[in-house]
């Protein structure tokens, strides 16, 4: 026999439905984002950095931004920026998310209702949770910080670096003086030392959509960034849990990829290239390279997917892997959930 709510109980439930509704009505949609775009290294020589990385991968200039210098990555618009650091430690010091149709009035607002407020001052560092618009010619520039302060840029899916409303202007490519040894594909991801990975992992989800496409142990998912390869990834800061204080939050490293991923060739191009396998776990000082194996524990293979890593001339360090890692399990590091 059908249920009949009676009357009275109509009356009763309705308020906790119109409540449910409000709330539902009253979260924010979240901010669709593509791909990654780009990535920001402040050097502490921006010549000896560019020579670098086009001996090494053969990378075209795409734009210059003053003394920045926006470095190809494989068939672009992606690019890695390169700009002076000015006297302070270089560092991975941003990133940038790509948004179809990008509007800047109506991103910004998007964000405001997640919780990103607009900075007081037109210059000066962004603080956590802050945003500021910057106009570069004609071309309108959104940075925010986020929970951690960690600056990110959103921009149009055609954005190059380059010039006009939508900075996709970005005129004659000037090729790379060599020829490079490694041929790169795009950007893979980027991995965050943050205060509070949790945190982190709530606010992206929330305000871009991102879901959880692998995870590398039980408190490390891994955020699809669009087309299930590309991801974020947030480590440490668990409050609550251990005794020591949380990191200062900062892009710890980049992942690039590429076609036909070779563990023992790319050792040899990049020893060839001056950059010498690592002494036992002596850190990451400049020109150095190491492998390491992701086992089962941290959601790998079982027999281990191998991770490669290198640092440029400021000991910034960069990962490299196939087209098709999508930080999951596998060799390759391709099998991911969806």
């Known amino acids: 026999m059908p249920y009949a709510l009676s009357r009275r109980g109509l009356l009763t439930a309705l308020p906790a439905a119109l409540l449910a509704h409000r709330a539902f009505a009253q979260t924010p949609a979240p901010i669709a984002v593509r791909k990654l775009t780009h990535v920001g290294l402040l050097v502490s020589d921006v010549r000896r950095s560019v020579d670098f990385y086009q001996g090494l991968f053969g990378m075209a200039v795409q734009a210059r931004q003053g003394d920045v210098v926006c470095l190809r990555i494989g068939p672009g618009p992606q690019f890695l920026s390169i700009g002076p650091a000015g006297g302070a430690p270089p560092r991975i010091d941003r990133f940038g998310l790509s948004v179809q149709d990008f509007d800047a009035d109506r991103v910004m607002k998007q964000l405001t209702a997640h919780g990103v407020s607009a900075a007081a001052s037109a210059q000066g560092a962004l603080g956590p949770m802050t945003a500021r618009l910057v106009s570069r010619g004609s071309t309108r520039e959104l940075f925010f910080g986020d929970p951690d302060g960690v600056i990110v840029q ?6 190059c670096g380059g010039g006009g409303a939508q900075g996709n202007l970005c005129g004659q490519v000037e090729a790379s003086p060599k020829k490079g040894l490694i041929a790169l594909r795009d950007l893979s991801h980027l991995t965050m ?8 992992n709530a606010f992206y989800q929330s305000a871009f ?6 995870r590398q142990g039980p408190t490390a998912p891994v955020l ?14 668990f409050p609550g849990r251990g005794r020591r204080p949380p990191r200062p939050a900062s892009i710890n490293h980049l992942c690039l990829n590429l076609e036909g991923f070779d563990r023992d060739g790319l050792l040899k191009a990049l020893e060839g290239y001056g950059i010498k396998p690592r002494e036992g776990n002596a850190g990451t000082p400049p020109l150095v390279s190491y492998v390491s194996t992701r086992m089962p524990n941290r959601g790998g293979a079982p027999e281990g997917t191998p991770e490669l890593y290198f ?6 360090l960069m990962q490299l892997q196939d087209v098709r890692y999508c930080g999951g399990g596998g060799y390759l590091g391709e099998v991911c959930e969806g």
């Open 154 to 159: 959103l921009q149009d899916t055609t954005y």
């Open 193 to 200: 030392f943050v205060g509070n990975a949790e945190r982190s």
């Open 209 to 214: 959509g991102l879901k959880v496409q692998a």
């Open 224 to 237: 699809g960034v669009g087309d299930k390869v590309q991801f974020l990834m947030f480590a440490g800061g």
């Open 311 to 316: 640092t440029d001339p400021d000991g910034l």
